[in-house]
């Protein structure tokens, strides 16, 4: 379906007041209620025949040139103050001055439900189009597109379900650009994704805060399933000491990105490896023979994850440190910087935490599957 923006021409047959530029001040506080009243249409433009003067614009509801519709009273005042000149007025409101909502009323058959809101990641809108709708999903992408542009440059709808074991959907760029990397700001965080890549679900940002409130600085934090880190981030800034993991090899590239952004990379330690070895591990050996996963390429998200099946200890490549060195030089571009503000605790190094003896708070964000994933032993 083409979208045809002149359809949504308005034209609205006005009268306006020519008034000298300096007066226009007063003349508005005369003629309150009586100018032209309508949202983003200001009411006083240029008069394209004199630069001196600008038109006042009246409301719909004055429909004589004699100005009878205004009491006689503030038509008094109003020629005290200058002369008065009534002019006709022509605007058109286009397809530029009418919402996404009333433009997709017009466009999608009667009884076909409007797409009412979508989920922002930065630059990208995610539109959650099915059943009937995905045979207008490129005009209602455009009307979004146009409409929120340039606060979103890319619109995208999930295709399929999620099959894969990270989470992560596959999407068509409906229209805008092909970027899919973007950042996202919450609670004084920034992180850096590629939506393509990495799950990530704006939703869930009062929940991350919920949580995150719980903590105090100094606790030791075990997150499972970190994926770029909206947990394990702010945990960090509070000054916890936070051992991240997630199976998605992206999602620990973004999440040491992030901690590098935020400056908390010395109070976050990443892996990458299923969920039950790690905190296994965590628990049953002291931190310093568990190996966080060395930077590891970006992977798409549909390759699979190497894994080592033979439960042997990973070798030792430490990942984000407490001063951001890596012994065997498994991390880049990672390092504290001085006068740090996000310290675990005053003075306190994270080499003196023993998650294997204490851990403050464990978190699992998982999906309708963590009663299984809870109950397998």
């Given at each position: 379906?083409?979208?045809?923006?002149?359809?949504?021409?308005?034209?609205?047959?006005?009268?306006?007041?020519?008034?000298?530029?300096?007066?226009?001040?007063?003349?508005?506080?005369?003629?309150?209620?009586?100018?032209?009243?309508?949202?983003?249409?200001?009411?006083?433009?240029?008069?394209?025949?004199?630069?001196?003067?600008?038109?006042?614009?009246?409301?719909?509801?004055?429909?004589?040139?004699?100005?009878?519709?205004?009491?006689?009273?503030?038509?008094n005042e109003l020629k005290v103050l200058c002369t008065i000149e009534v002019v006709p007025y022509l605007l058109t409101l286009g397809y530029s001055y009418w919402s996404a909502d009333h433009v997709l009323k017009q466009i999608l058959p009667a009884g076909v439900e409007v797409p009412s809101s979508f989920e922002t990641i930065g630059h990208i809108a995610h539109l959650n189009i099915t059943g009937e709708l995905l045979t207008y999903k490129d005009v209602i992408a455009k009307v979004i597109y146009d409409?929120?542009?340039?606060?979103?440059?890319?619109?995208?709808?999930?295709?399929?379900?999620?099959?894969?074991?990270?989470?992560?959907?596959?999407?068509?760029?409906?229209?805008?650009?092909?970027?899919?990397?973007?950042?996202?700001?919450?609670?004084?965080?920034?992180?850096?994704?590629?939506?393509?890549?990495?799950?990530?679900?704006?939703?869930?940002?009062?929940?991350?805060?919920?949580?995150?409130?719980?903590?105090?600085?100094?606790?030791?934090?075990?997150?499972?399933?970190?994926?770029?880190?909206?947990?394990?981030?702010?945990?960090?800034?509070?000054?916890?000491?936070?051992?991240?993991?997630?199976?998605?090899?992206?999602?620990?590239?973004?999440?040491?990105?992030?901690?590098?952004?935020?400056?908390?990379?010395?109070?976050?330690?990443?892996?990458?490896?299923?969920a039950r070895k790690f905190i296994s591990q965590l628990m049953e050996v002291p931190v310093h023979e568990i190996a966080p996963e060395p930077d590891v390429p970006v992977l798409k998200a549909t390759e699979e994850c190497s894994m080592q099946a033979n439960g042997q200890t990973m070798p030792q490549n430490e990942g984000l440190t407490e001063n951001g060195a890596s012994d065997n030089a498994g991390v880049s571009g990672l390092g504290r910087k001085k006068d740090h503000k996000n310290k675990r605790t005053r003075g306190e190094s994270s080499s003196n935490s023993k998650p294997w003896e204490h851990v403050d708070h464990v978190i699992m964000n998982l999906p309708a599957s963590a009663i299984q994933f809870l109950g397998t032993p």
């Open positions: 379906m083409l979208l045809d923006e002149s359809k949504f021409d308005l034209q609205l047959k006005l009268w306006a007041l020519r008034i000298p530029s300096q007066l226009c001040k007063v003349a508005s506080r005369i003629l309150n209620g009586y100018l032209l009243d309508k949202p983003r249409v200001k009411p006083i433009t240029e008069d394209p025949s004199c630069e001196t003067n600008r038109y006042m614009i009246l409301s719909e509801k004055i429909q004589n040139p004699d100005l009878s519709d205004i009491p006689e009273d503030k038509l409409k929120n542009y340039p606060r979103i440059k890319t619109i995208v709808n999930k295709v399929g379900s999620i099959t894969n074991e990270f989470r992560v959907p596959k999407f068509e760029i409906l229209v805008g650009k092909d970027d899919m990397v973007t950042e996202v700001k919450q609670y004084r965080a920034t992180f850096k994704l590629d939506y393509s890549l990495v799950y990530w679900n704006s939703r869930l940002e009062h929940e991350h805060m919920r949580l995150v409130s719980q903590f105090r600085p100094g606790q030791i934090i075990c997150d499972m399933f970190c994926g770029i880190g909206p947990f394990a981030i702010p945990a960090a800034q509070k000054g916890c000491l936070v051992y991240a993991n997630d199976l998605n090899p992206d999602s620990i590239h973004y999440l040491k990105i992030n901690a590098n952004i935020n400056k908390v990379d010395d109070n976050i330690w990443a892996y990458n490896m299923d």
